[in-house]
């Protein structure tokens, strides 16, 4: 499907703690009233590290920022307003405050829950625990791990993650998938064990291939843990997008990067793989829209996001 260039015109919109660009299709108002254009609303998160509670109001340049309750009264207003929402989160769930040295986890996993989080990944933190300490609280999760490119089968994780998951929205098929970053250096050998690190921009192709081609999706998703840019020689989002195809959006995570609005980069195809980041601790909520016209074939988006602050 590719992206349309019928893009006219933008409007920057700031209120309330919101800020979201938006990208106009024409005049969308009539092939919306005729059925036509198809929408999805993308949320996203990426590093939240157990910031439960807003940041204290102690001067710092943080302060007030964050917190779940307020987040989790954004996601409800948005599904209120939106049909098909995707909530989706790139990894480091764990690690950043004593909720997670106390309770290992259980708390950040069964808010998440309770928010209704339809995947996530694992990034290097989760693994902070050691991989039994993510094992445990995986029966708090009403929301699949997501995972292609580590091989857990000599782990307690076997058959306790997933590498995709496609999801079916307002007659729309959308495929996510997750990507780890290398945990030798990162992590300690004891805390994960037998896992398996394997080759992300090659997994990215197999898997990306199978849920575009194979299993016919509108829309591809990887969630990213790799991080967005790096100067020395690694494997970032950047990388990724340029070296693969068939992937739509990467949702990166890792670097903890405020990315100002998405970046769009031409894929091995000349396609485009947009590239997402909202920061960390959970200070803002990403937000992306796509409108799928299928009858042309043509697929626009707006982007935005929302800084989660005492307006809310």
């Known amino acids: 499907m590719e992206e349309s260039l019928r893009i006219n015109r933008r409007k920057f919109i700031k209120a309330g ?3 979201t660009t938006m990208l106009m299709v024409g005049n969308p108002f009539d092939v919306f009233a005729k059925g036509e254009i198809k929408k999805l609303t993308i949320l996203h998160t990426n590093d939240v590290h157990s910031r439960i509670e807003p940041f204290p109001m102690d001067g710092g340049k943080m302060q007030g920022l964050g917190g779940v309750a307020k987040r989790s009264t954004l996601i409800k207003k948005v599904r209120l307003e939106e049909e098909n929402v995707l909530l989706l989160d790139a990894g480091d769930i764990f690690q ?14 069964k808010l998440m829950s309770q928010m209704g989080y339809d995947a996530a990944t694992l990034g290097n933190h989760d693994f902070d625990n050691g991989i039994e300490g993510f094992y445990k609280q995986l029966p708090n999760a009403n929301f699949p791990i997501l995972i292609s490119n580590y091989d857990l089968s000599n782990t307690i994780m ?12 307002g007659g729309l098929k959308i495929g996510v998938f997750g990507i780890g970053i290398d945990l030798a250096g990162l992590v300690e050998k004891k805390n994960y064990g037998e896992t398996i690190y394997q080759d992300p921009i090659q997994k990215s192709n197999e898997i990306a291939e199978r849920l575009k081609h194979d299993l016919k999706c509108d829309l591809v998703i990887c969630l990213s843990h790799l991080g967005y840019s790096y100067r020395e020689n690694k494997v970032s989002d950047k990388v990724l997008a340029k070296q693969t195809k068939n992937i739509d959006l990467i949702i990166g995570g890792h670097t903890h990067t405020f990315m100002a609005e998405p970046e769009d980069i031409l894929n091995l195809d000349g396609k485009i793989t947009t590239i997402n980041q909202v ?34």
């Open 17 to 19: 703690g919101i800020a």
């Open 96 to 109: 950043g405050t004593p909720y997670f040295n106390l309770y290992g986890g259980e708390v950040e996993i």
């Open 158 to 169: 076997n058959k306790s993650t997933l590498p995709y998951k496609i999801f079916k929205k």
């Open 279 to 312: 920061g960390w601790a959970g200070i803002n909520l990403g937000r992306i829209d796509y409108y799928f016209e299928k009858q042309k074939g043509s697929m626009t988006k707006t982007f935005g996001k929302y800084e989660i602050n005492n307006t809310i």
